[in-house]
Structures are given as C-alpha cells and as structure tokens.
C-alpha cells in the first residue's frame, strides 16, 4: 500500500512540484488548496494520468474545523497518513514593521504558523508510535527570510517562518522516540507566484544578481530536497533546516 502524504497548498509553485514528485516516488498525495480548485484539480489530473493516486481537498489551514475535516477525508480516502509537507504560507505588500496593521498581522501568523502547528498536531496523532501509528515524516517549507529578517519587505513574514524553524527543531526533539522525523526546507528566491501574490510579479528576476548562484532557483529544486527529507534516504536526518537558497 503507497504511503498517504498530505501537501498543504498543494495546488501551486512548491506544492505543486512537490505534490507531482512525491506522486512519482510512490506516495498516495492529497493536495491541499484554500480557493483555486482548478489548479488543485489540474494537479490531482496530471498524477492520476501517470497512474498515480491523489485527491484535492480544500481547507483553509489558519481555520481549525476545516484542517480537523480535512484530516478526516484523508483517514477515509487515503488511510493513515505517514507523510505532511507544511507548506501553505502567505506574504504581503512590501512595508515597514510600523505600518503593518494587526488584521496584516493575524493573517500572516494564523496561516504560516498556526496553521503548520495544527496540521502537525493532527499528523503527530497519526503517525506517533505512542499513538498506534508507524511512524512518518514532517517538512515545514520555511525560508531564508527566517535567517535574512525582511528588512523594508516583510518583517512579518521573516518572523513567522523564524518560528517556523523553531518550531521544527523543538518538535523534531519532541517525537524523535516515537517513529517521526521533522526536518524544514529554506527557500531562497525562488520562481513562482507566491511574490505576485505580494505585489512583486518581477521579484525573483530583479533579486537574482543578489543570489550567488546568480539565478533564481526552481519549484522542482526545492521539491527535490522535500522529498528526500521526506524519505528513507534521510533516515538519520531530524530538526535539521536545509537551506536551498542558492548560496544566500
């Protein structure tokens, strides 16, 4: 029986790779999405045509009840889930820490970090040996803005994926004895529409002379080191944070 992993914004950029990849290596994948049933749907068509199995459920991760649902069309659907990519995660327009808004605030933490923190819960229950489960794999996609801080961008979004990496290394010690490993990818700049999304369609492009690569990377690139982290060749690797940042 094919492993069960859920993909959290499943449905675009480093999900979708992820999702598309990890299909291809074996894994039963539920892609995750919040609004763009398409996109979800064109991912769930491109596995299953490569005869793979994968299904799309929506849910918006910063709402409990509908993670808590989620969770339980994945136990129906898919059976015990052994693998969790965290990786839905918002930015924002470009501003200074002293003209965000606590609404701005809510936002960015509710989805990037408690978010992540109760779809791991809900895994942890799972996949846990103290909980009857075989044990599994988390990946929290971080960033290297947890390390560089956003200076002028997004102080928030920095701060958010920060906690993100402690919160990686502290869970990782947590359920180290229990069959799980918990590892965290750091993106740098990065090809996709996440930076549309935060009002800089052209961002990878005008950042990559900054990149020592001098390139900007690849969804696929960083999926890559996703699901290595999320597979047996990784197996003594837990709490680690992989930066795949092009040398940033």
Request: overall charge neutral; aromatic content about 4%; charged content about 20%.
């Given at each position: 029986?094919?492993?069960?992993?859920?993909?959290?914004?499943?449905?675009?950029?480093?999900g979708?790779?992820?999702?598309?990849?990890?299909?291809?290596?074996?894994?039963?994948?539920?892609?995750?999405?919040?609004?763009?049933?398409?996109?979800?749907?064109?991912?769930?068509?491109?596995?299953?045509?490569?005869?793979?199995?994968?299904?799309a459920?929506?849910?918006?991760?910063?709402?409990?009840?509908?993670?808590?649902?989620?969770?339980?069309?994945?136990?129906?659907?898919?059976?015990?889930?052994?693998?969790?990519?965290?990786?839905?995660?918002?930015?924002?327009?470009?501003a200074?820490?002293?003209?965000?808004?606590?609404?701005?605030?809510?936002?960015m933490f509710?989805?990037?970090?408690?978010?992540?923190?109760v779809?791991?819960?809900?895994?942890?229950?799972?996949?846990?040996?103290?909980?009857?489960?075989?044990?599994?794999?988390?990946?929290?996609?971080?960033?290297?803005a947890?390390?560089l801080?956003?200076?002028?961008?997004?102080v928030?979004?920095?701060?958010?994926?920060?906690?993100?990496?402690t919160?990686?290394?502290?869970?990782?010690?947590?359920?180290?004895?229990?069959?799980i490993?918990?590892?965290a990818?750091?993106?740098g700049?990065?090809?996709?529409?996440?930076?549309?999304?935060?009002?800089?369609?052209?961002?990878?492009?005008?950042?990559?002379?900054?990149?020592?690569?001098a390139?900007?990377?690849?969804?696929?690139?960083?999926?890559?080191?996703?699901?290595w982290?999320?597979?047996?060749?990784?197996?003594?690797?837990?709490?680690?944070?992989?930066?795949?940042?092009?040398?940033?």
């Open positions: 029986m094919n492993p069960t992993l859920l993909i959290t914004g499943g449905s675009r950029g480093i979708a790779a992820t999702a598309l990849l990890a299909a291809q290596r074996g894994y039963a994948v539920a892609v995750n999405y919040n609004a763009n049933a398409l996109a979800a749907d064109e991912v769930v068509r491109q596995i299953r045509a490569s005869g793979g199995t994968a299904i459920l929506q849910a918006d991760v910063a709402d409990e009840a509908q993670v808590l649902a989620m969770f339980e069309q994945i136990d129906a659907k898919l059976g015990r889930l052994s693998a969790l990519v965290n990786n839905a995660g918002v930015v924002d327009v470009a200074r820490v002293d003209e965000m808004s606590v609404a701005r605030l809510r936002r509710d989805i990037n970090l408690v978010g992540s923190f779809c791991a819960r809900e895994a942890v229950k799972r996949m846990s040996t103290r909980h009857g489960g075989g044990g599994g794999a988390i990946v929290n996609v971080s960033s290297i947890a390390k801080g956003g200076a002028g961008q997004y928030d979004y920095a701060a958010s994926k920060g906690a993100i990496d919160f990686t290394v502290g869970l990782a010690k947590e359920v180290a004895l229990e069959g490993r918990v590892n990818v750091r993106p700049i990065i090809e996709t529409d996440i930076h549309a999304s935060g009002g800089q369609p052209d961002r990878a492009r005008q950042m990559a002379p900054l990149v020592p690569i390139r900007a990377g690849s969804a696929q690139e960083v999926a890559q080191a996703i699901v982290l999320l597979s047996d060749d990784s197996s003594y690797t837990t709490g680690t944070l992989l930066d795949v940042a092009g040398g940033r």
